[in-house]
Nanobody, 119 residues
Framework: QVQLVESGGGLVQAGGSLRLSCAASGRTLSTYVLGWLRQAPGKERDFVAS????????YYADAAKGRFTISRDNAKNTVYLQMNSLKPEDTAVYYCAARRNFLTEYGYWGQGTQVTVSS
């Protein structure tokens, strides 16, 4: 089992920045992929970014490239999502998720954290 707890959401003006954190616990994450996904009201949940726990390889959705940065701190078992140049369309509930590898679905989810970007 993997437990994930997000923090860092809030209200920010367009052009501002936020950093989301996801604290992971429960088992060794060495082979896992940790990701951030988001769901806006009335829309499906979309991929934002992911990172491999062991090698730190990163992947981004087109909407996140150049503005968001995913990183991890192995010592703290924490994954971060630094979001800059935020836009109103970034408003959503952001979820941290984990999967065993790229061949599996995300099987572990955090509770989500609300990000609201005002225009």
């Amino acid at each position: 089992q993997v437990q994930l707890v997000e923090s860092g959401g809030g209200l920010v003006q367009a052009g501002g920045s936020l950093r989301l954190s996801c604290a992971a616990s429960g088992r060794t994450l060495s082979t896992y992929v940790l990701g951030w996904l988001r769901q806006a009201p009335g829309k499906e949940r979309d991929f934002v970014a992911s990172i491999t726990w062991s090698g730190g390889s990163t992947y981004y959705a087109d909407a996140a490239k150049g503005r968001f940065t995913i990183s991890r701190d192995n010592a703290k078992n924490t994954v971060y999502l630094q979001m800059n140049s935020l836009k109103p369309e970034d408003t959503a509930v952001y979820y941290c998720a984990a999967r065993r590898n790229f061949l599996t679905e995300y099987g572990y989810w955090g509770q989500g954290t609300q990000v609201t970007v005002s225009s």
